[in-house]
């Protein structure tokens, strides 16, 4: 099994529909990341948790929003979903003072 | 803020030796790191750099100038499943998260 799961691997949903990503690990870490991934844009960090407590944002926030549920559990939310919020989606972990970043196998949305 | 540049495209041939740059620019420092991503997959870690000089791990090498903000990754002995794409990664002194460059998709040719 993957220590980083996220789920649905693919999504296809309506304007303005809501529509909830989920990302769980197995590897104990407390550090948990979402990124969104354009052809030719890089990664880009839409929001980053330092524990349960901690939820901040990212470069691009605006129109998501996270849960942090449990340390091995973080949520991305987009309220109202529009077409350019079409993308793949990464989830990823790390641990303090490492630099390594595990990340999940993605999550293609596309909004229609 | 921190931002990054690295060269869209390269094609090398198989067998050879590709170097992909990466020039930062970032209000503090704790390192430069590399990812690859082969097409519908993850970003997989390569390396870390957090001082300057070469780190090699296999075919792979590293390298970090700190006074230039510049860095490399090294491919030798190029093999065709060295095709992807290849991120370089910033973290800032003061932020704990990482930045990447917009990627370098390589292409290795026979």
């Known amino acids: 099994d993957a220590d980083v799961t996220q789920t649905p691997r693919n999504r296809i949903t309506k304007t303005g529909k809501r529509i909830m990503l989920e990302c769980s690990q197995t590897?104990?870490?407390?550090?948990m990341y979402w990124y969104r991934q354009d052809p030719g844009l890089g990664l880009r960090l839409i929001y980053y948790?330092?524990?349960?407590?901690?939820?901040n944002k990212g470069e691009i926030s605006d129109g998501y929003s996270v849960s942090r549920q449990a340390q091995a559990k973080f949520s991305l939310s987009l309220e109202s979903a529009i077409p350019n919020q079409t993308a793949l989606y990464f989830c990823?972990?790390?641990?303090?003072?490492?630099?390594?970043?595990?990340f999940g196998q993605g999550t293609r949305l596309t909004v229609v | 803020g921190q931002s990054l540049e690295q060269p869209s495209e390269v094609t090398a041939v198989e067998g050879a030796i590709v170097q992909i740059n990466c020039t930062y620019q970032?209000?503090?420092?704790?390192?430069l790191s590399w990812y690859q991503q082969h097409d519908g997959g993850a970003p997989t870690f390569l390396s870390y750099?957090?001082?300057?000089g070469l780190e090699e791990t296999g075919r792979f090498s590293s390298f970090l100038s700190r006074s230039d903000s510049y860095g490399y990754l090294l491919l030798q002995e190029l093999q065709m499943k060295d095709s992807a794409s290849y991120f370089c990664?910033?973290?800032?002194?003061?932020?704990?998260?990482?930045?990447f460059g917009k990627g370098t998709k390589l292409s290795v040719i026979p």
């Open positions: 990823a972990t790390s641990v303090p003072g490492h630099t390594e970043a595990f």
């Open positions: 590897k104990g870490h407390d550090r």
């Open positions: 948790s330092f524990d349960v407590k901690d939820i």
């Open positions: 970032t209000s503090g420092f704790y390192g």
């Open positions: 750099n957090a001082l300057d």
């Open positions: 990664a910033v973290k800032g002194a003061g932020s704990y998260q990482l930045t």
